[in-house]
């Protein structure tokens, strides 16, 4: 069979140039791992490089026709750690990619951290796709799975905080899954540092994580997208832990800590907090855990609108809030994760 010459000259492009070394994020684009490309589990896409000096990605592969290995290891050892999928493409099929993450994920020979990256892509659109506000039901069943990923995947820091969110600032931006999703692999990973997450509670902990603001799908949306509230509307905000909290009662499968961790993750350790203006002592260690990586997202990844700030200025923000609205072991053992980069 005559080999396809759109493939044969993208083969020639990049034995010709070399990869861009930073990495850069690419406006409707989504960057997985090259491994990828390894799976025949994997949905058909076309793939694209994207080349050192070029402000624009090139195809390298259809996806009707698949390279070979040899194709692919030469790809591998040029330096071509990262491919590009057409975001639209990518959304379009991500629903075939969920069916075969079980799979994908369990594959040793991809590194961790890009098994996590397939399970971001993968699995934040569909968070957002089940977050609706008449049950909660399909959203509760989603996060026991996706929340057993991510602490088999992240748990004892196979996964550091760092390459979290080096993935995680190159898109999905603010949106509900999204935020669930990394808030929920910030949490093992800094309940694994402090010392409190085992293999029997892990889990546990990235599904209550995963729940944190399930209680935001019965208020308006415009309220999370505006760059100044009315008192009415703040205070409409601050009921999302209580709502979240009563939908979650009495559901098969929850336990106390993942409830605690939707009621008082808005709680300060100095009392100031919401819904009930509990002290420290009284918030559970977990939801003390998620306040501090929840903070740390929506200040990183445009969470709060036109309030991002870069992560030197976020890890002084945790610091100067440690001991009132945060607790101070845990921002503590949070900021040296990232000073330790």
Not at 269 to 280: A, F, S
């Amino acid at each position: 069979m005559a080999q396809d010459p759109t493939l044969v000259a993208a083969s020639d492009h990049w034995t010709q140039n070399t990869p861009a070394a930073n990495r850069p994020h690419l406006g409707g684009y989504v960057r997985l791992p090259l491994a990828m490309l390894r799976r025949h589990d994997a949905p058909r896409w076309d793939w694209y490089a994207m080349y050192e000096g070029s402000h624009t990605p090139t195809r390298v592969a259809r996806a009707e026709a698949r390279l070979s290995e040899h194709e692919i290891d030469d790809l591998d050892l040029r330096g071509y750690q990262s491919l590009y999928v057409r975001g639209s493409d990518f959304q379009g099929r991500s629903a075939l990619l969920l069916q075969s993450l079980e799979a994908i994920l369990g594959d040793e020979s991809i590194p961790p951290s890009d098994r996590f990256m397939i399970l971001a892509r993968s699995a934040a659109g569909e968070l957002d796709r089940q977050f609706r506000p008449s049950d909660c039901g399909a959203y509760f069943e989603l996060s026991q799975r996706i929340g057993a990923l991510i602490a088999n995947l992240v748990g004892r820091l196979r996964v550091t905080p760092s390459d979290i969110f080096t993935i995680r600032t190159e898109s999905e931006g603010g949106s509900f899954g999204a935020h669930a999703l990394y808030a929920s692999a910030y949490a093992v990973t800094l309940a694994d540092a402090l010392g409190m997450a085992d293999d029997n509670n892990r889990r546990q902990l990235a599904i209550g994580a995963l729940l944190h603001d399930i209680g935001e799908r019965r208020l308006p949306l415009e309220n999370f997208t505006k760059s100044s509230l009315s008192e009415v509307e703040r205070q409409m905000i601050y009921k999302h832990p209580q709502i979240g909290y009563e939908d979650l009662l009495g559901r098969d499968g929850i336990e106390f800590a993942q409830l605690m961790m939707v009621y008082q993750h808005h709680e300060w350790v100095d009392g100031h907090g919401y819904p009930v203006q509990i002290l420290r002592e009284e918030i559970h260690p977990w939801a003390r855990v998620l306040a501090v990586v929840d903070e740390f997202d929506s200040l990183t990844c445009n969470r709060i609108p036109q309030a991002s700030i870069t992560l030197e200025d976020t890890i002084k923000h945790l610091s100067a809030s440690s001991g009132s609205q945060l607790d101070k072991e845990a921002v503590r053992c949070w900021t040296s994760l990232f000073r330790r980069r």
